[in-house]
Each structure stands twice: as C-alpha cells, then as structure tokens.
C-alpha cells in the first residue's frame, strides 16, 4: 500500500507538471496571438478631427440626407428616437452599409456611416478584387500585422473617429446613441472602452470574438449588445464558437444577446430572422422604436435653411424680404 500510495502521489505530481506546463503553453500561445500595437501615420489620433467629412447621413423616412438636415431632424423631427452610429468592415464604406442604416432609418434612427479608410496614408484590411482574393489579403495583412484589425492601434484609430462621431451627436441631442459595426467595424464597436450613459447599446454584425482578437475587447459588460454569427461564415474565426457572451459575466449574463445561424453568409442583416431578432431587441433597448408619428413635409425647412444661409436671416435680410 505504501508503494501504491507513492504511485499515486507521482502520478498527480506529473499530471499537476503536465497542467501547468500546458497552461504556459497556452498563455504563450495567448501572448503571442494578443498583437502589441504597430502605430502607422494612418493612426494618428488628429486624423479623427475631420471624420464627418468623411461619413455619411441618413433620417427616418428621408434616407440618405446632407449634413445640415441630419442635422435638423436630430434636433426636431419627433421621429428620430435615436441615433446609430454604423462602422463598415474591412474593405471601406459598401452598399452593405446603405443597406443596414436603411434597417434603422425605418425603425426611427438617424444613422451616421464615417469611412474610416479614408484616414491619409490608410489601407484596407482585405485588399483584393473579389470575394476570395480580399479573404487572402486580410490573412496576408492579419500575418504582417499593421494594417488588420489584430493590431489594437489600428481600432484604436477607429474608436478616435468613432468618439469623434459620439461626441458631434451630443452636441445635437441627448437621444439614444447605439454602437453598432460590421465585421471589423463589429471589433470596433466591441474595442468601445467608454461608459456613457447616452450609449445605450452595441451591435455587432457578423463578427466573432475568437483567440487571436480576445485581447482587443474593451466593451462594459453593462452595455447592452447583440450579436449575429453564422456558424461557417469564413471571415468570422472559430464563428460556431465565437460568440462574445463569456465577456458578460458575474451579473451582466442579461445584457448580452446572441443569434447563431447555420450557413456562411457574411453579409449583415442578410435574413429575415436576423432582421426580426435586432427589430425585437432595439424595441427592447430603445422606447418608440419602430414608432412614427405624423408630420408635416416642410416642418424642417426654417431650420435647414437657416443653417446653410443664415446670411439670409439677418434682421436686415428679413426686412427686405418683408417689403
């Protein structure tokens, strides 16, 4: 019995040597995937000052609109129940992106799409002709590490011009604000390190949270957040088992909602169940959504004009007009 006694005791010894020296296999192995950031010019932080001449707007019932009657709806259109800022995945600014500020523009979101490619000296993160071709550029330039969403200076830029974004819509109202990003705009959206209580929720689109990325999440768990997956969509890693909500623990299980589908779409908002899903949950997040009232069509029109003439409202201006 002594003998056996010892076995047992060299035995769990070499099994407890075993765990740990796997255990510092993995951590390596964790060390390795979690990439220290590769600053280039394209990152800069300055570069995020001049993000709204870089994006796109649009307003319930209006669609796409220019600035100044973003602007106005925002302030006045009793239809805006909030405002959605969308980031675009890693090849730039699609007509995926039309597509998903269409979605919130009919549930009562104004919507701001900033291209963040459009930073000097930027590249795409999948550069490619095609579907494949740009699948084998952002393995290419996930390898080399700088332009790729791996690299946290690169998301760092991307939430610069996202704050940037954030800070335009409160000085226009005190709505809701959703994060909300597809792809690499997803890891953006989940790279978000602030506690606002304005932000009210993050979407993320097609978009998975696997080993090699762990070490970009920043999101507060007391952020509500959605999530679509599919489980063999290519360039989502580990998609099947790639959902986010181990970053929503001790108490904050509730905040976190996910759709997992079969299939290998890519694409955001690509289905009907996936549609009724964040229809359901923005209802939930947001009171009156998906909610319109009526108004009348030149309700706005004072204060767009106002905005791009104001020369032509001076106290002077006026009295002529009135002659």
Known sequence: ??????????????????FLLGLGSLLATMATLAQQPRMVEAYKTEYAERILERSVFYGPRHGGVYRAKFEAQVR????????????????????????VAQFYYRRGFAVITPEFIARPHNRTGCPGSGNDDALRGGGKNFREGVFTARNPAR????????????????????????????????????????????IVGAILHNQSCSAAYEHLWQ???????????????????????????HH??????????????????????????????????????????????????????????????PEAFTPAAETRENR
């Open 1 to 18: 019995m002594p003998y056996l006694l010892g076995r047992v005791r060299r035995e769990r010894s070499s099994g407890i040597a075993a």
């Open 76 to 99: 006045k259109d009793p239809n805006v129940r909030g405002v959605v800022i969308h980031n675009h995945g890693c090849g730039g600014m699609w007509g995926w992106e039309t597509h």
């Open 155 to 198: 998301l760092d830029a991307r939430v610069d011009d996202t704050l940037a974004v954030v800070r335009y819509v409160k000085s226009l109202t005190d709505k809701p604000i959703l994060l909300s990003g597809h792809s690499e705009g997803a890891r953006t959206a989940y790279h978000w390190p602030y506690v606002d209580p304005q």
């Open 219 to 245: 999101l507060a768990p007391t952020i509500p957040t959605w999530q679509v997956l599919e489980r063999s969509d290519p360039w989502a890693p580990s998609a099947a088992s790639g959902g986010c909500g």
């Open 248 to 309: 929503f623990a001790n108490g904050h299980e509730g905040n976190f909602t996910l759709l997992m589908q079969d299939g290998n779409n890519h694409n955001p908002l690509n289905n009907k169940e996936a549609q009724d899903s964040l229809d359901q949950w923005l209802k939930r997040i947001v009171p009156g959504a998906g909610v319109s009232v009526e108004t009348h069509n030149e309700h706005l029109l004072d204060a767009i004009q106002r905005r791009i003439y």
